[in-house]
């Protein structure tokens, strides 16, 4: 079983369609952990081959990024398309789900991680016609060429890149077992790290019988990984699965593991380094309700890096806020929301000012029938020349 992370089950409307769906915690024995947002048909997670290589870290690499003629956005489209456009909409070009990547099917509700260069694309995903919900890391070129498979066992997901050019952070499964006392399975998860060409692959955190830890931001600076950690649980006896995610630090060699927050997950670092934005339900705004599961809808907050100075930015009643992505200028967050269509969840991605004002959603509402959706925004690193303000009311 794959635990998703905030209790929400996400899915394109006609896409969800005689799929097994669940929001939460999938209820049948065998499936395993998604590790971060909502989990439908399409969307793999997995893990990396061992570890075992040299441990030695090489000096860090300065990073030069050229400025953007206007901010971009990279987010996954129904279809399993990994699309990049302007910040308003426009511009539209596929990256991923085209005909030279035809034969992958996106993990559609990760995040795709950019490179510190804004070169290179990570992303999660599974060759299509594979009857599993496993995953694998790829690398794919700012143009959607040089397709590349970093991992190859089917269990590696969530890839999170260093602010240098030399590491990437993923989730790794182990194998399954038993929890709770309903007889459901789910698969440990741990985060490791690799170098961008798939080698030198380390274990992060330990991995633990029912627990799973996320990778979800580095520091600016390199030196924490922010990520959710959680537990997987029965539901109670109302049928709702209590959160039990939290948002964690840790240095990249495993030590100084801290809890900053508790009922939150999806953290991302501020530009500056100062604040970490993150969903939660912890004001348990409006009720969600996907198949037998009920769930909080979760908002948008930002806190201090130590997890004081909470603050919430959103503040819609049963619509369910994720995934929060900075402006490289931190003037403004782009994130995902939902809302329930017909047992599901439509999407759409959403910006507005790093206060919580003046938000407006990305692309074009979808029609009646909810369809096209887009999810999981995060924007392309480097400065732009113009379009990069804070957002009008």
């Not at 489209?77 to 990994?82: P, T």
């Not at 066992?153 to 399954?176: K, L, M, N, T």
């Not at 077992?177 to 955190?205: C, F, H, K, L, V």
């Amino acid at each position: 079983m794959r635990r998703e992370l905030g209790g929400v089950s996400c899915i394109g409307a006609r896409y969800h369609r005689g799929m097994q769906f669940l929001a939460g915690l999938r209820s049948s024995s065998g499936l395993r952990l998604a590790g971060s947002l909502a989990l439908i048909a399409v969307a793999s997670w997995g893990c990396a081959g061992s570890g075992g290589e040299s441990r030695e870290e090489s000096s860090p690499t300065a990073v030069t990024v050229s400025r953007l003629e206007r901010p971009e956005l990279v987010v996954w489209r129904s279809g399993h398309r990994l699309v990049s456009a302007r910040a308003n909409g426009q511009s539209l070009r596929v990256l991923v789900g085209s005909r030279r990547t035809r034969a992958l099917k996106g993990a559609l509700f990760q995040r795709a991680a950019w490179s510190p260069n804004r070169r290179k694309l990570a992303f999660a995903a599974q060759p299509r016609g594979r009857l599993s919900w496993d995953t694998d890391v790829y690398l794919v070129r700012a143009d959607g060429s040089g397709l590349r498979r970093l991992t190859s066992d089917g269990r590696s997901s969530h890839p999170v890149w260093s602010h240098d050019p030399q590491r990437i952070y993923f989730a790794r499964e182990g194998a399954p077992a038993e929890y709770g006392n309903q007889g459901r399975t789910g698969r440990p998860t741990a985060i490791w790290s690799m170098r961008p060409d798939g080698s030198d692959r380390r274990p992060i955190t330990p991995l633990v019988k029912g627990r799973y830890d996320i990778p979800g931001s580095v520091s600016p600076d390199g030196a924490t990984v922010a990520f959710t950690r959680g537990r997987y649980v029965d539901p109670n006896e109302t049928g709702r699965e209590n959160n039990t995610n939290e948002i964690w630090l840790v240095r990249p060699d495993g030590a100084g593991a801290r809890k900053v927050a508790e009922r939150s997950q999806d953290p991302a670092f501020s530009p500056d380094g100062r604040r970490i934005a993150f969903s939660s339900d912890r004001d348990e705004n409006g009720n969600l309700s996907y198949g037998d599961r009920a769930f909080y809808a979760n908002e948008l907050y930002v806190m201090n890096v130590d997890g004081s100075g909470l603050r919430r930015l959103t503040r819609t009643r049963s619509l369910n806020e994720r995934q929060p992505s900075w402006l490289p200028n931190g003037k403004r967050l782009a994130y995902q929301r939902g809302q329930t269509y017909q047992n599901a969840e439509a999407m759409l991605v959403m910006q507005m000012n790093s206060d919580g004002t003046c938000p407006r959603t990305v692309f074009p509402d979808p029609g009646p029938d909810r369809w096209p959706w887009y999810a999981a925004p995060t924007w392309r690193p480097g400065d732009a020349r113009s379009g990069d303000g804070r957002l009008g009311c």
